[in-house]
């Protein structure tokens, strides 16, 4: 269950945090040892900028005007509703007759009796015995991924029993004895589909045989995550076998989806896995597991509270494998059906919220504009008001409670949500009513009543919730074909300032202090995945006008000093010259820096990313610049935001260290399980004794190169591909 929080946050956690931003109060990394506090109740999904009126394109170059404050009379574009349409075919395989594609780099098998290695082939000179150094690297940061973070196909850190100190060799590093257990896995729906994401462009890159198989396995770890569960259109955090209380661990047991014992009611809700189900899964889950030479029983249970995050992280992911998947079988039309019927019934399943009368509402209207008080909302000339909007529109997803499994209805509604729900429709004009329905709205949140709630988002305010609900839709009638999908996003447009929220995308501001880093890479991927699939020459209008959005917005404001090459790569797909004249230049500095990855104290470039300390307060790499937290930064972060003296808004920061005045070099950057969400500016991470005892997944690293190699953005390793190469040397 999640830790309930005093209402009044949760209140603010709503109505104020997730106003105009990316993120809505559902924590994507309380799972993982990176920069952010493991709390799930401080919007760390939430983004922000550092830079309020610096935009390429001027405002009044926008085809929608930005001043518009009545929703529908000019948000829906004349040429109509986007869709969408696939967007890749995979290359021809560079590999001759006669050359057998693999999938894991180094590995061997024996083949004919004799050993083969799975290597570089180029297709232009044949096998690439001085391979180059950046295109290695890659392809063993995919070997450590395949062999070592992906607890029964499901993307997890690695924990060693001792430390791991540079330079270990992986014949000692990869010894199962060594395993301690996997971290992270809390988190693990959504990180896995970007995995997939990776996997499936790398399969658009060399076509082989191998990588195909290798998609495959990754997309059905990603379709086990919401078929598991039996509720179509939900999704699971993970699924385990937990050991009995007296169990040391899963010391030893690499590779193997085991975890420590939990008691009942602590962290996330936890569900029993249904027999059909662990039919498709090892004996283990049921049978128990023997750990340092004892047998112990076992629970398999399934994790829910899946956050808003983790479904919006993967879809990008998801839809690209989709569009792979050729005829050749049974795993294939599973996989079709899956995501048939999945995606279309998350969007189905959801139930619309409405809260009017805000305006009469004086001391609502009092509270979120103290919050957006001290320079928190950077608007810009033309842009809406917030503190102005006077309904919002949200949706609900709601989860079963496991206590009350019987009040929960499993199946997936007929089409999206059209109309709202009675019981989530408010009225602000009654204090006391709404603020006794709210309470009870936002209890559920915390993981209480019989119903409770998993999260919810409200587009009408947030600029990144429209983007995510647009492309629900849009999946959705691309997946089935059906239009009440197109007339879903007919009605946003029309219920809501569409266009006007949108352009806030990157207007909300907090010191570097207490950002929450993570927000913007849970929404570029899904504006690159809607730039990609809508068909700019149908629909010129609408991808101007979000190009321009992620180019004021996200790139000249958000992304302005981050050092964000995933971003910067997707980028080139997302805009054009006319919306950015700069995007070339952008887009080959953004290369430059991923094709420069290395780690400071590290010599050689393909070990693995571990936890290693970074302090870089007192003497910073050459070229960095450092800026001291000032008096008004500070409590921009802590001062609290109150009702009555209650505080709405406890405030929050990390440290008070100093910061990097721009997203540090890749080199010197604090590490985490995925890069772009750990803070780019931090300059110190100490680790203490747990140090070198923490393997990272280099995912961060493989989703950019493999999708810039896909979109034609780098050509190193062009025309190569992993086979098996004959050593001559005899099978033992």
Known sequence: MKTPGPVFHLIALLLLVCLPVCGCGDDDDDDNDDATPSDDDTADDDTGDNDDDDD???????????????????????????????????????????????????????????????????????WDDDPDPFLEQMVNYDRYYDLYHRMEGQLSDYEFTQAMPPGTAEEVWGDPQYFREYDGYGDSSGWTATALHAAAA?????????????????FESSAFHYEANDIPGFMMRSHFTMLEEAAPGPIGLQGMAVTEYDEPGEGHFRYPLKQKYLNRLPDYYTEGVEVLGTHYDVTPLWQGDASRDMYVRGLPGIMLAYDLLDERGE????????????????????????????????????????????????????????????????????????????AFDASCPEGPPMEVEPEYDLDASDFFGFLLAFAQLTMRLTGDGIV?????????????????????????????????YLDFVEQLQQETDYWPVINLLGSFYSPKWCRPHFGPSLLYPSLWNMQKRIDRDIYPEYWHELAIAISEEMRY???????????GLLYDSMVDAEVDPDVGDYVEEMKTMLIGTRQFGVEDRNEPR???????????????????????EYHMCMDPVSIFGIPVFPGTIEDEWPRATEGMPIEYRVPGTFLWTIDPYMLYRDYGGSEARKQWPAVAFTVAYWIARMDGIIDIGDQTALA?????EPCK
């Open 56 to 126: 390429v394109t001027p405002d009044d170059d926008d085809t929608t005007p930005d001043d518009d404050t009545t929703p529908g009379d000019d948000d829906t574009t004349p040429e109509g509703i986007p869709t969408f349409s696939s967007f890749v075919t995979p290359n021809q395989s560079p590999l001759p007759a006669g050359i057998e594609s693999c999938a894991v780099y180094r590995n061997t098998e024996c083949i004919g009796g004799t050993v083969h290695e799975c290597d570089i082939y180029d297709g232009a000179k044949g």
């Open 202 to 218: 790398r399969y658009a890159v060399t076509g082989t045989d191998a990588d195909y198989e290798r998609m495959l396995e990754h």
């Open 331 to 406: 795993r294939e039309d599973h996989l079709r059906e899956v995501i048939e019927t999945e995606i279309p019934c998350t969007l189905n399943r959801l139930k619309k919220l409405r809260i009017s009368n805000l305006q009469s509402n004086q001391v609502l209207i009092e509270t979120i504009i103290a919050y957006l008080g001290g320079d928190r909302l950077l608007t810009e000339p033309g842009d809406i008001e917030i503190t102005e909007i006077d309904t919002i529109i949200g949706y609900v997803m709601e989860q079963p409670n496991p206590d009350y499994m019987w």
């Open 452 to 484: 409770p709630i998993a999260w919810m988002m409200a587009p009408s305010i947030n600029g990144g919730e429209q983007v995510f609900m647009t492309q629900w839709a849009l999946a959705a009638h691309y997946l089935t074909g059906d239009e009440r």
């Open 557 to 567: 404001k958000e992304m302005a000093e981050a050092n964000d090459f995933y971003f």
């Open 610 to 632: 571990r936890n290693y300390s970074v302090d870089w307060r007192y003497d910073p790499p050459p070229g960095v610049e450092i800026e001291e937290l000032t008096d008004e």
């Open 724 to 728: 098996w190469r004959d050593t001559g």
